[in-house]
Nanobody, 114 residues
Framework: QVQLVESGGGLVQPGGSLRLSCAVS?????????LAWYRQALGRQRDLVAT???????NYVESVKGRFTISRDNAKKTMYLQMHSLKPEDTAVYYC???????WGQGTQVTVSS
């Protein structure tokens, strides 16, 4: 059984930073597959935030470019999302996703508020 477990969410003031982690366990060859971060604000659909290829090439949606950095550590089977200059509109539950297999984590709440 494959599990994706997010961590690192919390409450942060506008302009602050957080780093999310997504640890993958189980029968999943982590280094072979692309991964992604999504987020879902209350009452809204789940939206893509960033993707990272198996070789580490990142892509971002326009709203987070220059503020968020996606990365992966294949040895640790962990993906990261470093978030800087956070805004209230970044408030959401953040999910990690393995798109080829349609695996999802349980999500971690990020709240940006003063």
């Amino acid at each position: 059984q494959v599990q994706l477990v997010e961590s690192g969410g919390g409450l942060v003031q506008p302009g602050g930073s957080l780093r999310l982690s997504c640890a993958v366990s189980g029968n999943f060859i982590f280094s072979h597959y692309p991964l992604a971060w999504y987020r879902q604000a209350l009452g809204r659909q789940r939206d893509l935030v960033a993707t990272i290829s198996s070789s580490g090439t990142p892509n971002y949606v326009e709203s987070v470019k220059g503020r968020f950095t996606i990365s992966r550590d294949n040895a640790k089977k962990t993906m990261y999302l470093q978030m800087h200059s956070l805004k209230p509109e970044d408030t959401a539950v953040y999910y990690c996703h393995a798109p080829r297999q349609n695996y999802w984590g349980q999500g971690t709440q990020v709240t940006v508020s003063s």
